[in-house]
């Protein structure tokens, strides 16, 4: 059994705002990037092992060149190799290419892809414990092919009504309005997280599945394990971490700040 984990990490974080990718952007004085490799490390992370690290990189010279020199020196202080690639237009592409990278490793070293783990991560969740990893490692070696971790839901989570309905419905109401059509039940409702584990015998035949994927398809394409429900496979959800949270706001990058500032003093 082999474990390999990519990290998706091309996005262009438009809703940070910072002007640069997300995972270059500065969290306690440390790149994001930077936190999300040293939480996989041997170190942070005993048990976990990783043979393989694919690191999936923007196409923009620049920011490729700094976040690339993160890898090369998480592999020197690891030991663990580490492989770059570009990704693509939409988070499925780079997880698609990341998967190509990890496919063409094991077929020099003659890995079998029903026994290889492949983990796929977002850089945008800095802050997941190693231990979220391991779980969802373990869980995928135990015979699962497809496993997320998850935590229960907070909020009150509703369903509306599509805008058109709603419109008609609601004459007279600002078009920002919507109709509630009903409340889902929150004991049965997940927030999903990443790493989320496959085997990459099965990341192989779900892309195979999806096939050139269209750009306004692969927006919808949230995750992976969406093409295992598409394909009628068992997703087995693991616990979660609070400490997964993912960045995509300012005030999410304030809420990590603060995970940071707490850990470190
Ligand atoms: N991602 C990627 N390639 C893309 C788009 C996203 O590798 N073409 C990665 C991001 O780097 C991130 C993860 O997928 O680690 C989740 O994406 P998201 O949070 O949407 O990040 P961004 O796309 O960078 O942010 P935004 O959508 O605000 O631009
Ligand atoms: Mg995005």
Redesign the pocket.
Known sequence: QHRALV???????????QGM???LVDLGGRP?LAHALEAMSPQAAPGLELELLVL???GEPEAREKLAALGADHARRTGVEVVVCE?????P???AR?MDAVTDHARRHGWDAERLTVLV?????PLTPGDVAHRVARQVEAGSEAVVPALPVTDTIKRVLPVEETESRAAGVELQAEQVRETVPRAELRAVQ?PQGFTLAFLQRAFAHLGDIADAEAEALTDEAMIAEALGVDVVVVPGDARAL????PADLLAAEALVAEASG
């Open positions: 990290v998706v990490a091309a996005g262009s974080g438009q809703r940070l705002g990718p997300k995972a994001l999936v990189l923007p990704g693509g237009s939409s988070r592409v780079s997880v990341g991560h977002d850089a945008a969740r990443t993912k960045i995509t706001t």
